[in-house]
C-alpha cells in the first residue's frame, strides 16, 4: 500500500495506522474492513479534523496512538458514533480535551465581537489593537468568557505576557505618561504616512502624466517626500524608544512584586 494511494493526508494517515485498505486508489494489502457507510464516513471526519487539529492535539497524542484508538473503536464501535468531532472522541478515549481544546481557543465571531466591541482600541495603552487578549491569562484560569476578554495592540498583548490582570494593571499604572506619549507618536506616524503616501502619488501622477522623472516640479516633490518620510521614521524610533522604556520598567516591577511575594513566604 503506497502513500500515494491515498486522496488526502488524513485518509492516508488513518490507513497507515490502521492497516486498514478501505479507503484509497488500489486495495493492495491488508484485511479489508466492513464499514457501514456513514460509520466509514465518521471515522473519515475523525481522522480528518485530527490533521488538521490545535498543535495542542498533536504534541499530546502521536498519530500512532490515534490510529490505534481509532483501530480499537472500529473494532468495537460504540452503540452511538460520535459525530466525527474531535474533542468528543478524545473525550470518550479519556484525554484531557478541555486542556486541549480550550486554552486560548476563540471562535472568530467572538474575536470579532471583542474588536468590534472595543472599536479596535488597545484598552491597555489606547493606540491600535487588534489582539483578542485573555485579561487573566490562560495559564492562570482557563476562562474563555466575555468578561474574561479584552482588546490589546500585539505589544500590550507581549508585555502583559503571563501576568494576572490586575498584577499587570498595578503596574503597568505608573507608566500612564509614557504610554501619552506612545499614543501622540503613533497619531503623528499615521498623519506622516499619510503625507508620504499621498506626495508619492502626486509625484507618480506629474512624472508618468509628463513621461519624465524630472518633470519640473518633481524634484520639490522628491524633497518633501524625504522631509516626511524622515519625520515618520523619527516618530517610530521615538516609539521604539518609549515602548522600550516602558516594558524595562513593567518588567522590573513585576520582578520586584515576585520577589516580594516569595520572601513574605520564607
Ligand atoms: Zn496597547
Redesign the pocket.
Known amino acids: 500500500m503506497a502513500a500515494g494511494d491515498f486522496a488526502n493526508p488524513a485518509s492516508q494517515l488513518f490507513s497507515q495506522g490502521t492497516g486498514l485498505t478501505y479507503t484509497g486508489a488500489e486495495q493492495t494489502t491488508g484485511q479489508p474492513l466492513t464499514l457501514t457507510k456513514t460509520a466509514r464516513r465518521q471515522a473519515e471526519g475523525i481522522a480528518d479534523s485530527f490533521a488538521v487539529a490545535p498543535p495542542a492535539v498533536a504534541a499530546a497524542i502521536s498519530p500512532a496512538d490515534f490510529s490505534d484508538q481509532l483501530w480499537q473503536m472500529l473494532h468495537t464501535p460504540p452503540d452511538e458514533w460520535p459525530s466525527g468531532d474531535l474533542p468528543t472522541v478524545l473525550a470518550a478515549w479519556g484525554y484531557p480535551v478541555q486542556k486541549l481544546f480550550n486554552q486560548n481557543t476563540l471562535d472568530l465571531t467572538t474575536r470579532q465581537y471583542i474588536r468590534e466591541h472595543y472599536h479596535h482600541i ?1 484598552q ?2 489606547g ?1 491600535y ?1 487588534n489582539s483578542v487578549d485573555h485579561m487573566d491569562p490562560v495559564s492562570v484560569s482557563a476562562d474563555n468568557t466575555i468578561a474574561n476578554l479584552t482588546l ?2 500585539s ?2 498583548n507581549q508585555l502583559k505576557g503571563d501576568m494576572p490582570y490586575a498584577d499587570f494593571i498595578r503596574i503597568d499604572a505608573a507608566t500612564a505618561p509614557l504610554k501619552a506619549d506612545l499614543r501622540r507618536l503613533e497619531q503623528a506616524a499615521n498623519a506622516f504616512q499619510g503625507r508620504v503616501t499621498a506626495l508619492q502619488s502626486q509625484l507618480a501622477a506629474l512624472t508618468h502624466q509628463a513621461a519624465d522623472p524630472l518633470a519640473p516640479g518633481a524634484a520639490a516633490l522628491r524633497r518633501r517626500i524625504k522631509v516626511a518620510q524622515d519625520l515618520l521614521d523619527q516618530s517610530k524610533a521615538d516609539s521604539k524608544h518609549i515602548s522600550d522604556l516602558r516594558s524595562a520598567y513593567v518588567h522590573s516591577r513585576w520582578a520586584v512584586a515576585q520577589y516580594q511575594e516569595e520572601t513574605d513566604q520564607w
Open positions: 488597545c491597555y495603552c493606540r489593537g490589546a495592540c505589544e500590550c
